[in-house]
């Protein structure tokens, strides 16, 4: 599903290059018009020169109007996706949830446990819930690494079902080294789980269905790798820091208290 949307990325961005290099060449540029003859008007031939030479010269413009359109076609595409996966994202009763679960502003984080950023993003996350206690915080398992990555998304989902999720979320990003089922099991015993249990419910299909719903959200989102946050309607890719995190949270929380006052 990944490749496929690659795929379809890199052919939108070279036709958008190619339409934007055409029309930034064709809408009047002093270069350009400058190496233009002055006396009558220019047949195609000559207009495609122009259009070549002025890419030669400055060959830029293609990157630049392609980084732009691709922004702009993103930022877009996940305007309307927020709007019709609303739902999904943020009531989701099988998504776990940590901080003030009835919080005024809603922080969801797409992530998996063996990438490095998303362990750097952990502290700020955390700072965050502690000093904030209205904000309500989703978690949504993404595991895109490989193998032990979904199996540690399926663990932490099974620690759900025994009432520590956020416990076991905590250690695994906060640990080092390979997460195998053995380190997995040692995690779950030192929290006080069933790792017998544990290691049933990973596999259940209840747990599966989670995994691919936030595969299905992070497609829809154009989510392609890890850590991505959404503070209610704004999507941040990477990491982010806790000044950031923190503004962005009372921000949303000022726009909705104005909003209130105009209804």
């Known amino acids: 599903m990944f490749k496929t949307k690659l795929r379809h990325s890199i052919l939108t961005f070279t036709c958008a290059g190619m339409l934007s290099v055409a029309s930034f060449a064709m809408t009047g540029q002093k270069d350009a018009v400058a190496a233009a003859p002055q006396s009558s008007d220019l047949d195609r031939a000559q207009i495609e020169k122009i259009i070549h030479d002025y890419i030669v010269d400055h060959p830029e413009v293609i990157l630049q109007s392609v980084e732009n ?22 009531n989701d009763e099988t998504t776990p949830v940590a901080g003030n679960p009835k919080g005024d502003v809603t922080v969801i984080e797409f992530f998996d446990y063996n990438c490095g950023y998303c362990k750097r993003a952990w502290p ?13 915080v989703l978690f949504k398992e993404l595991p895109i690494l490989g193998e032990s990555s979904e199996l540690a998304a399926r663990w932490a989902l099974a620690a759900e079902g025994q009432g520590k999720y956020l416990e076991f979320h905590k250690e695994l990003l906060e640990s080092r080294g390979a997460l195998n089922e053995d380190k997995l099991k040692s995690i ?11 290691k049933q419910d990973a596999q ?13 959200l992070a497609v829809a989102l154009d989510i392609t790798g890890t850590p991505a946050f959404l503070v209610e309607d704004t999507i941040i890719p990477g990491a982010i820091s806790y000044d950031q995190l923190n503004l962005l949270v009372k921000d949303k929380r000022k726009q909705k208290e104005a909003d209130k006052k105009t209804q």
């Not at 359109?69 to 943020?90: G, I, M, P, W």
Request: hydrophobic share 30%.
């Open 204 to 216: 259940s299909e209840a747990v599966t269905k989670i995994i691919q719903k936030n595969r299905s």
């Open 188 to 198: 779950a015993e030192d929290l006080g789980l069933n790792p017998v249990r544990m």
């Open 124 to 136: 700020n996350l955390e700072k965050l819930m502690d000093g904030d206690k209205n904000v309500r």
């Open 69 to 90: 359109y691709q922004k702009q076609s993103t930022e877009e595409r996940q305007k309307v996706a927020l709007k019709e996966h609303a739902d999904r994202l943020f």
